[in-house]
Structure formats: structure tokens, C-alpha cells
């Protein structure tokens, strides 16, 4: 996640050091920028977070569930199996 900000951040500020306009900018306005491009940066990194967290809730819901039926599966086998041990 370090890496993700760094990059997003380096290239944020490429992006908008570079964006072809012949004015030269001042320090406030490059300031305002890079808080700006730190604030999108955390939105997104926090927005990545909670999307990874409902894939491993879902994940693990599923498992679950997958987990249920096979205990379930099972359990009717061996009632099956020790009906017709007592025949």
C-alpha cells in the first residue's frame, strides 16, 4: 500500500508539474496541488481498502456456505450409510 501511495503520489505531481502550460506557478499553488493529490490519493487507497474487505467478506461467506453444504452432504451419507448397516 506504501508503494501504491508513493507512486500515486509521484505520479500526481508529474501530472500536474507538467501540464503544459508555459505560466510558472507559485509555491501556494503547487502546495494547494500536492494536498490536493495526497487528499485523492488517501481516497482512493481508502476506497481500494474497503472494496478488498467486502471481496474477503464475501469470500468468506461463500466459504462458508460451501463449507455448510458439505457438512450437510456428509451428514446425510452417514445416516444413509448406518441405515443400511442396520438392515
Not at 26 to 48: F, G, R
Not at 62 to 82: I, Q
Request: proline content about 0%; some cysteine.
Amino acid at each position: 500500500m506504501k508503494k501504491l501511495i508513493a507512486i500515486l503520489a509521484v505520479t500526481i505531481s508529474v501530472t500536474a508539474c507538467n501540464n503544459g502550460s508555459t505560466e510558472s506557478a507559485t509555491s501556494t499553488d503547487t502546495a494547494a496541488t500536492t494536498a490536493a493529490a495526497v487528499d485523492s490519493a488517501s481516497k482512493m487507497v481508502s476506497a481500494a481498502t474497503d472494496s478488498a474487505s467486502k471481496m474477503v467478506s464475501a469470500a468468506t461467506d461463500s466459504a462458508s456456505k460451501m463449507v455448510d453444504k458439505a457438512a450437510d452432504s456428509a451428514t446425510k451419507m452417514v445416516d444413509k450409510a448406518a441405515e443400511k448397516a442396520k438392515k
